[in-house]
DNA sequence: TACATAAGTTAGACTAATCTAACAAATTAT
DNA sequence: ATAATTTGTTAGATTAGTCTAACTTATGTA
């Protein structure tokens, strides 16, 4: 069945939300309204439309939740994405912050080899430079455990394991903190007062971060 | 000011039939139409809107000429199409023919830097693989004295240098042929009965081609 | 030159995706 | 439990791109 850009579009929404509202994969009209950046009257339509090609399933006044079919479509379009903002990052030496616009534009390209063969040619890469797991063609896709900075204790030494927040201001502001996929943490002192904490940043400089900041960072903590 | 993806290939197409119809670089709306799978109504309809946005000077009943802006706008297109081209082609291990439909989509991807850094990552390459000449970023493109097989006697030798006719059909022929942008090729005969000619392919095999084969294939003659 | 044919245009309709404004249902708080 | 608030739906309109059918203009040939 062929999807348009704009049904892509709300089946990639939802698979987002259905991942932030771990507990219950679901949605509201004006959650995924406000997420796509239109008005709740439009997305009743669409899904609407949706649930026509079974694609969601939801009845009138109560939540959204996608189907098998919907899921493995969203996940499709979500391995794109990854895909392409791995290619943008490593190959074509764009910044942390700027491989996403472009991705949500690539990601809508249908052509089943094209996706096998930019996956073969970045190596079969697990994950995509906001630290995130890219799903096989399979549909599989590694559930890694997320322990938030703002989970550790004075003491704790972790990795960055990816960033939970990907705004642009957040992403310049790691960028100058030199903090990558990778970077090794220590928890060098929390501060009560405030949540925020000393960090010791590649075994180097130590600086102090926010309570927000620390919120914002997924890290894998070590032994 | 941002054109929408229609509107693009309507402009794309224009220049594809300037350079088709080489004396005169005007189209009409019929061939136009023909050009991009639509109806006559439905160009006649887009025209005007591309009038009003100055991309084209037309009037009612009159052939459709694009203007400066108009020509500068699908020149861009063109390279990005004949950048992807290139990408699928040499990094991605994409045949011949299968190429062209994914650039058809690729090409209407917005990012001035993206283009650039494309066509650096696959070293500022001159051509795509149809032979085809890639335009700049600032619009040159080199224009190339284009020789037919068929205008070549017995005895000359050539470079094959582009395809004319791009259909899937001929370039898996020339597969088949093992030929390909840079094949050597010496006419060894003539046979003035069907206008179909004894080629010989790389220095070795000695084959027969068509009139229609030698009509379709642009080569660059050697002394 | 006149008429037949080809080329191009117009009018009116459709579909997808969006909006605003008004309404209905569900939830929350007093 | 009822009122206030939040959440979601419906109806009607708009825009871009397309169509068909009918019409108009241009071209070419007898």
Same mark, same amino acid.
Do not use: C
């Given at each position: 069945m062929m999807l348009s850009?704009?049904?892509?579009?709300? #089946?990639?929404?939802?698979?987002?939300?259905?991942?932030?509202?771990?507990?219950?994969p679901e949605a509201g009209t004006n959650e995924m309204a406000a997420y796509l950046g239109v008005k709740p009257a439009t997305a009743t339509d669409m899904l609407k439309k949706l649930k026509e090609k079974e #694609?969601?399933?939801y009845k009138k006044y109560g939540k959204i939740l996608l189907t098998e079919t919907g899921k493995k479509n969203g996940i499709a379009i979500l391995r794109k994405h990854r895909?392409?903002?791995?290619? #943008?990052?490593?190959?074509?030496?764009?910044?942390?912050?700027?491989?996403?616009?472009v991705a949500e534009q690539l990601e809508?390209?249908?052509?089943?080899?094209?996706?096998?063969?930019?996956?073969?040619?970045?190596?079969?890469?697990?994950?995509?430079?906001?630290?995130?797991?890219?799903?096989?063609?399979?549909?599989d896709m590694p559930v890694i455990a997320k322990t938030l900075l703002s989970e550790l204790q004075a003491g704790d030494v972790c990795h960055v394991a990816a960033v939970k927040d990907t705004s642009t201001l957040f992403l310049q502001y790691l960028e100058k903190l030199q903090i990558t996929i990778g970077t090794k943490i220590r928890i060098t002192e929390v501060i009560d007062f405030d949540?925020?904490?000393?960090?010791?940043?590649?075994?180097?400089? *130590?600086?102090?971060?926010?309570?927000?900041?620390?919120?914002?960072?997924? *890290?894998?903590?070590? #032994?």
């Open positions: 850009y704009t049904e892509e579009n709300y #089946l990639k929404a939802l698979l987002k939300l259905s991942f932030q509202n771990e507990d219950k #694609l969601v399933s895909l392409w903002e791995t290619f #943008l990052y490593e190959k074509l030496d764009f910044s942390w912050d700027e491989v996403h616009e809508h390209i249908q052509s089943a080899k094209l996706v096998d063969k930019l996956e073969e040619f970045l190596n079969f890469p697990e994950f995509d430079p906001h630290g995130d797991p890219i799903p096989k063609a399979n549909g949540g925020s904490r000393y960090v010791e940043i590649s075994d180097a400089a *130590v600086r102090n971060v926010s309570m927000k900041f620390a919120e914002s960072l997924f *890290v894998q903590k070590l #032994l």
